[in-house]
């Protein structure tokens, strides 16, 4: 099998893969509220510690 | 008949610290941080860049032609992206790509080479000038930068039906693919004092169609700067759209852009629901209404929401799949999961918000902010909120939001990683890269439509790619492999 076969082919698969990987079932929404309060528990450690100064110096020139 | 619809993504990143916390500087050593690490030190190439030809065909004297700063770090990557310092950000420009998939890819891949750079060149920076970087559009202080989509379409499609067929598509695909902002930041929106919008870069447009990107900022960009042959292509330049964290999203927004596109190619502009008659007001609005109620009069009497207007639009594009199989997008099971994403985000944001928080950025920054805000009793202008919204978007894994929320991916590392290093096989842009990856010393300029070489002997010698659908794996890679110099490839390539 050439190399560009083999690439196709695992594009494929992955293609076919991910549409079930992405369907929703009915009790997803109950583990995303629990994965969210996880989330909120932790979420402090994250942030930077002194949120004033970080959104305060978070200047950006315009760009595009 | 449409055609191939070849896309790519742009994206100005956000930039904080470095050692003068000048963006500038900082986006310079990121850059060449990267740049320095591989075998990529190649410069860009101007020639063929008209940032201010206007796709109207005529001269706006009102308009600034933007700059083309030349001095700026500048360079082009092995997997056919461009890399280089544009204005005060640090951008990447993914490289062209052939389906929506592909090219969600090559952004993500952006994403890995900024962190890759990041890290390069906070090695050599102190602790405390550490510089971070951040994949969003605003500052929250009325400053924006681009994220901006690229689409091929046919020159011969008339640019008024452009207009009227996507107008509706800009202002109001932002239910869907938003990436949501804390706040206002410019004085109409500040007006309505909202604590949440939809989009980050809704509230900066001020016109329906022009050729600015830096201020008045329009829906639809008229600028007329193909990259490839300009008598058969035009390059619809997007610049209405906000950097998105999450893959499927990325990939709902270039393929729901590609569909309509096609369709609009195929078939005309009939199919389309009417045009907002202030599409400058429906896009701003529908940023501020989180109950995605608010509708706006049209343009044949009726009344839109933004819902409606996406509703319509998903009806369009599965049409034109029904009637053609929409081949020029991608194969029918790409097609697919694109109608199939875009549905199920359409109908979530709508009646079940959770389900599609693993999807729609709004929506999982949205939970987040309020749930911390409601779990710590902060008013809406509290500075932490603030600092969720920036964080969403921090590159760094300690300390990015995105990758704590449960966002669902495309792609796993490993993709990910070759997309980092390998271009894409079925565009142009796998010639441009696999010869910045084997004759680095022999390239001394590239740019979209041409690769220049200097072999040592006689003039400089410009490899010309008009055409985005040639120089793929399959027409060039066994000329790539059988020479073994660019010498040798010169050579075979005027045989």
């Known amino acids: 099998m050439s190399e560009r076969e083999r690439i196709q082919k695992q594009r494929k698969e992955r293609t076919s893969k991910t549409a079930e990987e992405v369907s929703v079932d009915a009790t997803k929404g109950d583990q995303l509220k629990a994965d969210l309060d996880d989330l909120l528990d932790e979420i402090d450690e994250v942030l930077e510690e002194n949120a004033e100064e970080f959104v305060r110096n978070y200047v950006q020139k315009g760009g595009e | 008949m449409a055609i191939a619809k070849v896309l790519g993504i742009e994206t100005e990143y956000g930039i904080a610290g470095g050692p003068d916390s000048d963006p500038i500087t900082s986006s310079s050593i990121i850059v060449n941080a990267y740049a320095q690490q591989g075998r990529t030190r190649i410069n860009w190439d101007f020639e063929g860049e008209t940032p201010d030809m206007d796709a ?34 640090p951008e990447y420009s993914s490289p062209e790509c052939r389906t929506p998939r592909e090219a969600t890819l090559y952004d993500v891949a952006g ?14 920076l102190d602790p405390t000038q550490a510089i971070t970087l951040y994949k969003n559009n605003s500052d929250g202080k009325g400053n924006s930068y681009g994220t901006h989509e ?80 300009a008598e058969r292509f035009r390059r619809l330049h997007v610049i209405i759209g906000d950097a998105n964290m999450s893959q499927i999203a990325t990939f709902v927004k270039l393929g729901s852009t590609a569909l309509l596109l096609a369709a609009l190619e195929e078939f005309g502009p009939e199919e389309f629901p009417a ?65 199939e994403q875009w549905r199920e985000m359409l109908d979530g944001v709508r009646d079940n918000r959770d389900a599609v928080a693993d999807r729609v950025d709004w929506v999982a920054k949205w939970r987040v902010v309020s749930g911390y805000k409601v779990r710590h009793g902060l008013n809406d202008r509290d500075a932490k909120l603030r600092a969720i919204d920036l964080q969403y978007h921090d590159l760094r894994p300690t300390h990015s939001l995105a990758a704590r929320v449960g966002l669902r991916t495309l792609y796993d590392d490993a993709a990910v990683r070759e997309a980092v290093h390998n271009p894409p096989l079925s565009t142009r842009a796998y010639f441009r890269g696999q010869c910045v990856a ?23 010698q410009r490899v010309p790619m008009l055409d985005p659908l040639r120089g793929t794996h399959a027409l060039t890679s066994e000329l790539l492999e059988t020479s073994a110099s660019a010498s040798e490839l010169l050579a075979a390539l005027d045989r």
């Open chain 2, 150 to 229: 690229n689409y091929l379409v046919r020159r011969d499609l008339e640019f008024a039906h452009l207009i009227r067929a996507m107008v509706p598509h800009f202002v109001s695909r932002q239910i869907v693919i938003g990436a949501g902002k804390v706040g206002a930041e410019t004085e109409p929106a500040l007006e309505h004092n909202p604590s949440f919008q939809l989009s980050q870069r809704s509230e900066f447009f001020e016109e329906i169609v022009g050729l600015e990107t830096t201020l008045k900022r329009p829906i639809i960009n008229t600028r007329d700067e193909p990259h490839c042959d």
């Open chain 2, 438 to 460: 084997r004759f680095p010393e022999e390239i001394v300029a590239a740019n979209w439509d041409s690769v220049v070489f200097d072999v040592g002997e006689g003039p400089l």
């Open chain 2, 275 to 339: 045009m907002p008659r202030s599409p400058v007001h429906a896009v701003r609005a529908f940023a501020l209404d989180l109950t995605l109620t608010e509708a706006v009069a049209c343009d044949d009497e009726k009344s839109r929401s933004a819902w409606d207007f996406q509703d319509e639009l998903w009806h369009v594009a599965n049409n034109y799949v029904r009637r053609t199989g929409a081949d020029v997008v991608a194969d029918p099971d790409e097609v697919a999961l694109i109608l």
């Open chain 2, 111 to 124: 994403e890995e080479v900024m962190r890759r750079a990041l890290e390069i060149a906070n090695q050599s």
């Open chain 2, 56 to 89: 109207r065909g005529r001269v706006n004297l009102t308009s600034f032609a933007p700059i083309v700063e030349t001095h700026l770090a500048n360079t082009v990557l092995t997997n056919g992206a461009r890399l280089y310092v544009d204005h005060a950000h």
